[in-house]
């Protein structure tokens, strides 16, 4: 207050809105870390699905780039209270959806095997690569079906809820879709 009874304004950058654009920062930065936290912990598993879910590296980044670009924006609301596992699923699964319906029926990916090979299996490249060309030739929804229920090791239940599907349809779908693999591979190929 002066003489006359007015309050004075406060200089720009003192006062009351410094303390709250401080806060405000701290706050961001504190959620920039979890998420950043989340990425690290998660990256890996989720381009090894895109991966198998689309057979090439650059795409694969690029859709887990896009799932967590989307979780992001979204972090606010979900960080809490959400599983954030199945959420990044989904929302990978959606972006596989997406990228096959805009993607030509003509086009052909080819790529490396998605692992550094296994010390125990070194001298079969041929079969991982047989195994991922098969997976190649069902649709995106077998796929889907495939990897999350024996690549990544979910439950039926699980699987169920991150593609949105009942519990009967995720279990016809990858009983039809193991069937159909078996199909694709023939008789002489190895059991793993």
């Known amino acids: 207050m002066t003489e006359t009874g007015i309050a004075a304004t ?7 809105r410094t303390g709250w654009g401080a806060a405000r920062r701290r706050a961001k930065a504190a959620r920039d870390q979890e998420f950043t936290a989340f990425v690290e912990s998660t990256g890996t598993r989720l381009r090894r699905s895109a991966y198998l879910m689309c057979r090439d590296w650059h795409l694969a980044q690029d859709l887990t780039q896009q799932t967590f670009t989307r979780m992001y924006a979204a972090w606010e ?12 699923r989904r929302v990978l ?8 319906r805009r993607r030509s ?22 079969l991982r690569i047989a195994l991922v060309d098969a997976l190649a030739r069902l649709s995106v929804e077998d796929r889907a079906v495939l990897v999350l229920r024996h690549a990544e090791d979910h439950s039926v239940d699980t699987v ?9 349809a995720v279990k016809m779908r990858n009983t039809r879709a193991l069937s159909r693999l078996r199909d694709l591979l023939g008789d002489d190929f190895p059991d793993p």
């Open 93 to 100: 699964m959606n972006a596989v959806f997406d990228q096959q």
């Open 77 to 88: 609301r979900i960080r809490d209270g959400t599983n954030l596992e199945a959420y990044s």
């Open 105 to 126: 029926g003509s086009e052909i990916v080819l790529a490396d095997p998605p692992e550094p090979a296994d010390p125990a299996r070194a001298g079969m490249p041929e």
């Open 160 to 168: 169920a809820t991150i593609l949105g599907l009942s519990v009967s």
């Open 10 to 16: 406060p200089a720009p950058g003192t006062g009351v």
